[in-house]
């Protein structure tokens, strides 16, 4: 197993979770690291990701000023903060590399926003 997310869970509308992914050492250092996730009837959508010096991140729409991705090179770990969140932020959260055409999925974690 490459890439190992956690952090999920339930949360109300308005709340925060802390969303962390370890990877391998060889993909942590070799790309870029982004999160996706996937809502029930709906297909895997984009949630940002973050290049591998960490210096350049991107977002979906839906996430910005909400969401921060970064990454911790002393554990290999790629973190996903997530603040003032929706329902409609439900959805199974996956780790991936790299983003612009994926190699590589971690098993997912579920999260679950209640109004």
């Known amino acids: 197993v490459q890439l190992v997310e956690s952090g999920g869970g339930l949360v109300q509308a308005g709340g925060s979770l802390t969303l962390s992914c370890v990877a391998s050492?060889?993909?942590?250092?070799?790309?870029?690291m982004a999160w996706f996730r996937q809502a029930p009837g709906l297909e895997r959508e984009f949630v940002a990701d973050?290049?591998?010096?960490?210096?350049?991140?991107y977002y979906a729409d839906s996430v910005k000023g909400r969401f921060t991705i970064s990454r911790d090179s002393a554990k290999n770990t790629v973190i996903l903060q997530m603040d003032s969140l929706k329902p409609e932020d439900t959805a199974v959260h996956y780790c991936?590399?790299?983003?612009?055409?994926?190699?590589?999925w971690g098993q997912g974690t579920q999260v679950t926003v209640s109004s």
């Open positions: 050492g060889r993909i942590f250092r070799t790309y870029a």
């Open positions: 973050i290049n591998w010096s960490g210096v350049g991140t």
């Open positions: 991936a590399a790299p983003p612009e055409s994926v190699l590589y």
